[in-house]
């Protein structure tokens, strides 16, 4: 037997609603409300800046870059073609830029002839970067990445994948992958997505997930970039080579291209988004 509810006529219902309320205030007590979506600003960077790609090397790019960062306040900036030095003074100008925590994370190339990270004309190591801002107090981050299993034989430079994990909040991913076969840059990007984000998903520790790189695989293309973009995913691009992806509970509210001057041969590719509040159903 299903009981009903009872209904109580409105003045008595007002009074009761009242008296709640007077009751929580005395004890101290205050209503919650859920967080507000948030804004999620993402910059990508490719700054050409190992000193061997002659045609695009100008050692002026990360200088160009801390002047996008001041200027654009980014709170995820994606790096590639850099040597490790570039992310610790790059890391200083995000900590100028922001209050609470900047992650900053770098994960080297692999010499496929040596076993050891590839190296920068000066002798650091080369590879990819990112740096986070955290807002306190959700500080608790992780650091993932990997080299892909399928690289160019021919080609020293093996090439890797890496992500930081604001655990409550979002994943925040970049590669730079095989610029001498598209069709192996297109395998590497496949990985990335189908392989290495959904086991970070897994067990439980899904978040929003956004992958910003230089893929090297264009819209349009052959193979097409959009082949390697998962369903559910969002997808933008700046025209050339370097691409975006979004989980489908981020919003991407815009994207532009913002100049860095010639002092590298791709201009940023800055995307706005909103995060989904947390306690929504998406998040």
Known sequence: MVSRPIRLPRPLLAAAVALVSVAASLA??????PAAPAALRVLQLNLCNSGMATGCYT????????????????????????????????????????????????QPARNGRTGEPYRCVNGQQYGVGVLTHIAAPDDEHEVHAGIYP???PADPEQRA????????????????LAYTS???????CSHLVGTAIPRLHADGRYRPTVVSGDLNLRHGGTPDVRSCVPADHHHRH?????Q????????????????????????????????????????
């Open 28 to 33: 101290g007590c205050s209503v919650v409300e």
């Open 59 to 106: 050692g002026r790019s990360v200088d160009r870059a801390a002047e996008v960062i001041r200027a654009e306040s980014p709170d995820i900036v994606t790096l590639n073609e850099i040597c490790s030095g570039d992310v610790d003074l790059l890391e200083r100008v995000m900590t100028d830029v922001h209050d609470g925590t900047v992650v900053a994370a770098f």
């Open 150 to 152: 399928a690289q160019d």
């Open 161 to 176: 994948w890496l992500c930081v994990e604001a655990r409550a909040l979002f994943f925040a991913c970049t590669t730079h």
């Open 182 to 188: 598209s069709t192996l840059a297109l395998a590497q």
């Open 238 to 242: 700046d025209g050339g080579v370097q």
């Open 244 to 283: 975006f992806m979004a989980t489908a509970d981020l919003t991407i509210e815009s994207t532009r291209s913002v100049s860095m001057e010639r002092t590298t041969d791709h201009a940023a590719f800055l995307v706005a988004l909103t995060l989904p509040a947390q306690g929504d159903p998406a998040h």
